[in-house]
């Protein structure tokens, strides 16, 4: 069975930086796209970035802020995020396609004092 789970969530003052994590284990596949999701309290969920081989996309609100990267396998993947704001508080999940599935981590929280 695929797990997907993320680290690397805290609490950060604005303006500070935080690395999150995401790695798949269990499978022997390689994801073909993987992306970082958010959902503030009251908000809906949204992209925030995504890479494949088609390439990669950021949400405006976080463009040349935060940065995904992976390893080699596309098993690890990583978002380092500068310049927080308070507005970027969320919950930030990871999902992996791997196969066809669509698969998601348990999510981190990331509190952005001001």
């Known amino acids: 069975q695929v797990h997907v789970v993320e680290s690397g969530g805290g609490l950060v003052q604005a303006g500070g930086s935080l690395r999150l994590s995401c790695i798949a284990s269990?499978?022997?596949?390689?994801?073909?796209?993987v992306a970082w999701y958010r959902q503030a309290p009251g908000k809906e969920r949204e992209l925030a970035a995504s890479m494949s081989n088609g390439g990669i996309t950021y949400a405006d609100s976080v463009k040349g802020r935060f940065t995904i990267s992976r390893e080699h396998d596309w098993k690890k993947v990583y978002l380092q995020m500068n310049n927080l704001k308070p507005e970027d508080t969320a919950v930030y999940s990871c999902?992996?396609?791997?196969?066809?599935?669509?698969?998601w981590g348990q999510g981190t929280q990331v509190t952005v004092s001001s």
């Open positions: 999902k992996m396609v791997i196969r066809g599935h669509q698969l």
């Open positions: 269990g499978s022997i596949y390689t994801p073909v796209a």
